[in-house]
């Protein structure tokens, strides 16, 4: 079930054209664990291809570690 912090994180992303690039765009302004998991939820319902999670992890282990 999506929760409301994921349902705001989903409005952030509405209209933005790719996906993958949305969710890293969106590490700067959402709570890094709900969006991992927002992005596994994803994968779930629209195919394993939407969203690379590794790599939405990599960068937001890089934005914390830049902090």
């Not at 998991?37 to 992890?57: Q, S």
Request: glycine share 8%.
């Amino acid at each position: 079930m999506i929760r409301q912090d994921m349902f705001e994180t989903m409005m952030h992303m509405v209209g933005y054209g790719n996906l993958e690039k949305d969710f890293i765009d969106a590490i700067d302004s959402c709570e890094h664990e709900s969006l991992v998991e927002l992005a596994r939820i994803c994968n779930k319902r629209w195919g394993g291809g939407c969203v690379d999670v590794e790599e939405l992890e990599r960068a937001i282990e890089k934005y914390n570690k830049e902090e």
